[in-house]
């Protein structure tokens, strides 16, 4: 329940008074900037990989950083970070959703600056990036080294929250082909979750929660023998979502 005396502090002035001026008491309060930071997940060849921009502050020289900026006066949250995403990438039909915000006085090297981070994971294959300018590129987020600001922080909070929401929700098949193979889902989940899965194991959780279906095709053109394909059944699973527990290997 809400503590009365402390609710006062912000409503009235400190002779007891209502106050009647509510810009002059925005006016007084602490000034810094905030700003969204979007953390896009691609996966691609077996990969998880994230969206990067080099930084051009010259005292990250040559590091990276997240795609960001400045929210604007007149902008909401989720406004400023699909406003971000659509200039710097060109890419305007990926779903983001607020992952944490970051606070620290010290994250960046010219005063303090608040953060929103924003996460999507995609299929790189299927979003073709529009706009290369600044150096965009993809990277391995295993090999995410020395990055500008707090965003190796940002990205392996981001990273952790990507773990739990594919284990939560059938994320991951957005990810793959109409068509799949269960190689294929295995080979995904230990890319995203950075783990080895018993192949077993694996396959028994997800026929347990009846919602792949034999198309009666085989894979085409491997390397290896040509496995079993399946379709994903989104109908069934909107009808029994309870069925999908977290995936604990």
Same mark, same amino acid.
């Given at each position: 329940?809400?503590?009365?005396?402390?609710?006062? +502090?912000?409503?009235? %002035?400190?002779?007891?008074?209502?106050?009647? /001026?509510?810009?002059?008491?925005?006016?007084?309060?602490?000034?810094?900037?905030?700003?969204? @930071?979007?953390?896009?997940?691609?996966?691609?060849? /077996?990969?998880?990989?994230?969206?990067?921009?080099?930084?051009?502050?010259?005292?990250?020289?040559?590091?990276?950083? &997240?795609?960001? @900026?400045?929210?604007?006066?007149?902008? @909401?949250?989720?406004?400023?970070?699909?406003?971000?995403?659509?200039? +710097?990438?060109?890419?305007? #039909?990926?779903? &983001?959703?607020?992952?944490?915000?970051?606070?620290?006085?010290?994250?960046?090297?010219?005063?303090?600056?608040?953060?929103?981070?924003?996460?999507?994971?995609? /299929?790189?294959?299927?979003?073709?990036?529009?706009?290369?300018?600044?150096?965009?590129?993809?990277?391995?987020?295993? %090999?995410?080294? #020395?990055?500008?600001?707090?965003?190796?922080?940002?990205?392996?909070?981001?990273?952790?929250?990507?773990?739990?929401?594919?284990?939560?929700?059938?994320?991951?098949?957005?990810?793959?082909?109409?068509?799949?193979?269960? +190689?294929?889902?295995?080979?995904?989940?230990?890319?995203?979750?950075?783990?080895?899965?018993?192949?077993?194991?694996?396959?028994?959780?997800?026929?347990?929660?009846?919602? &792949?279906?034999?198309?009666?095709?085989?894979?085409?053109?491997?390397?290896?023998?040509?496995?079993?394909?399946?379709?994903?059944?989104?109908?069934?699973?909107?009808?029994?979502?309870?069925?999908?527990?977290?995936?604990?290997?």
């Amino acid at each position: 329940m809400e503590d009365f005396s402390t609710i006062s +502090r912000f409503t009235r %002035s400190e002779n007891g008074k209502l106050i009647k /001026n509510p810009r002059k008491l925005v006016s007084s309060y602490p000034t810094f900037p905030i700003t969204v @930071d979007c953390a896009i997940f691609g996966f691609d060849e /077996n990969e998880l990989k994230v969206l990067l921009i080099r930084s051009d502050l010259e005292v990250f020289k040559d590091q990276w950083s &997240l795609l960001g @900026d400045v929210i604007k006066d007149t902008e @909401d949250l989720e406004e400023a970070a699909y406003r971000v995403l659509q200039q +710097r990438t060109g890419m305007t #039909n990926v779903f &983001l959703e607020q992952v944490k915000t970051f606070g620290n006085p010290a994250r960046h090297p010219g005063g303090r600056v608040v953060t929103v981070a924003y996460c999507s994971l995609l /299929n790189i294959r299927d979003h073709e990036l529009k706009i290369h300018d600044n150096e965009l590129h993809w990277h391995s987020v295993k %090999s995410l080294c #020395n990055m500008a600001f707090d965003h190796q922080t940002v990205i392996e909070y981001c990273n952790e929250w990507l773990k739990k929401r594919i284990q939560e929700n059938p994320l991951g098949f957005n990810l793959l082909p109409e068509k799949f193979s269960l +190689r294929e889902l295995q080979h995904l989940y230990e890319a995203i979750l950075d783990v080895q899965l018993d192949r077993r194991n694996f396959r028994k959780k997800f026929f347990a929660m009846d919602f &792949l279906d034999d198309v009666g095709e085989f894979e085409e053109d491997v390397p290896h023998r040509p496995g079993k394909l399946y379709k994903f059944n989104y109908e069934k699973y909107e009808k029994n979502k309870r069925k999908w527990f977290a995936i604990d290997f």
